[in-house]
């Protein structure tokens, strides 16, 4: 039976919701003009200004340091995490709780670290915003290596560990590399939340210097201009390059999984 066409007018539709603004926003990052809602004609100057915008050069780096060190903690312990529950501990409790942080508003979550740091007198700065970072997306990475988890052959621990093999040793040389796929695609999906998050970082940052995101939202409130929406288009880049390479490694992982 032949499918209506009436029936992709609902999903071109919502496609066209989706991605025609983030369309609009890249084409207006080249606009030879100083606004940012009539086109005057192509140009790059406003990539040129972000070049020279010191600010946006510190922003740029204080996000890149709190994407680099709370991925590099999320990535370990959402791993840790996953192999724990998935092979020592079955419990629909933990789960739950692993994942909270996922689900939870970002601004609730937010609230709750900032009352935890003022709580253990914690110092707000850099560190901080790292932190909260490694919290929410280690549940990213947890869900993303367990899925993983659940396809690797268990029999192949089994035998290292007959065979003589310690914990740690079956680990290293038998799950990890089963992992590595799941556990890479992890790692990008937790640098391009962290990349992004504005709420968080927003609420616990304190008197240290802003990150790019806290940068963006400062030029917002002046108005949009093209110089925004080429940082925007550079941002969108670089996490649609960060998604689209954790998919690819997912989809490696699942190939050479079927071919074992």
């Given at each position: 039976?032949?499918?209506?066409?009436?029936?992709?007018?609902?999903?071109?539709?919502t496609?066209?919701?989706l991605?025609?603004?983030i369309?609009?926003?890249?084409?207006?990052?080249?606009?030879?003009?100083r606004?940012?809602?009539?086109?005057?004609?192509?140009?790059?100057?406003?990539?040129?200004?972000?070049?020279?915008?010191?600010?946006?050069?510190t922003?740029?780096?204080?996000t890149?340091?709190?994407?680099?060190?709370?991925?590099?903690?999320?990535?370990?312990?959402?791993?840790?995490?996953?192999?724990?529950?998935a092979?020592?501990?079955?419990?629909?409790?933990?789960?739950?709780?692993?994942?909270?942080?996922?689900?939870?508003?970002?601004?609730?979550?937010?609230?709750?670290?900032?009352?935890?740091?003022?709580?253990?007198?914690?110092?707000?700065g850099l560190?901080?915003?790292?932190?909260?970072?490694?919290?929410?997306?280690?549940?990213?990475?947890?869900?993303?290596?367990?899925?993983?988890?659940?396809?690797?052959d268990?029999?192949?621990?089994?035998?290292?560990?007959?065979?003589?093999?310690?914990?740690?040793?079956?680990?290293?040389?038998i799950?990890?590399?089963?992992?590595?796929?799941?556990?890479?695609?992890?790692a990008?999906?937790?640098?391009?939340?962290?990349?992004?998050?504005?709420?968080?970082?927003?609420?616990?940052?304190?008197?240290?210097?802003?990150?790019?995101?806290?940068?963006i939202?400062?030029?917002?409130?002046?108005?949009?201009?093209?110089?925004?929406?080429?940082?925007?288009a550079?941002?969108?880049?670089?996490?649609?390059?960060a998604?689209?390479?954790?998919?690819?490694m997912?989809?490696?992982?699942?190939?050479?999984?079927?071919?074992?």
């Amino acid at each position: 039976m032949r499918r209506s066409k009436l029936l992709y007018v609902p999903f071109w539709a919502t496609y066209v919701f989706l991605y025609l603004p983030i369309a609009v926003l890249v084409v207006m990052s080249f606009n030879a003009g100083r606004s940012a809602y009539t086109y005057e004609g192509f140009s790059l100057k406003w990539y040129g200004e972000l070049a020279a915008d010191e600010r946006i050069a510190t922003g740029l780096v204080n996000t890149l340091i709190v994407a680099t060190g709370s991925t590099a903690i999320a990535t370990v312990l959402g791993t840790l995490l996953a192999v724990g529950l998935a092979r020592y501990t079955r419990s629909k409790t933990l789960d739950a709780i692993v994942l909270m942080p996922a689900v939870l508003p970002d601004l609730v979550l937010a609230i709750g670290l900032l009352v935890f740091y003022g709580m253990i007198q914690l110092t707000l700065g850099l560190y901080s915003v790292t932190l909260a970072h490694a919290l929410f997306s280690m549940a990213f990475v947890a869900a993303v290596v367990r899925t993983r988890l659940a396809g690797a052959d268990a029999s192949l621990e089994e035998a290292s560990r007959d065979l003589g093999a310690g914990p740690v040793v079956t680990f290293m040389r038998i799950t990890l590399p089963q992992l590595a796929p799941g556990i890479v695609a992890g790692a990008l999906l937790a640098f391009t939340l962290s990349l992004d998050e504005f709420v968080i970082a927003f609420f616990t940052i304190g008197n240290a210097e802003p990150t790019l995101p806290i940068v963006i939202y400062s030029m917002l409130r002046f108005g949009v201009t093209p110089k925004i929406n080429a940082l925007a288009a550079i941002l969108l880049l670089v996490s649609f390059t960060a998604v689209i390479a954790g998919q690819r490694m997912t989809k490696i992982g699942e190939k050479s999984r079927a071919q074992d």
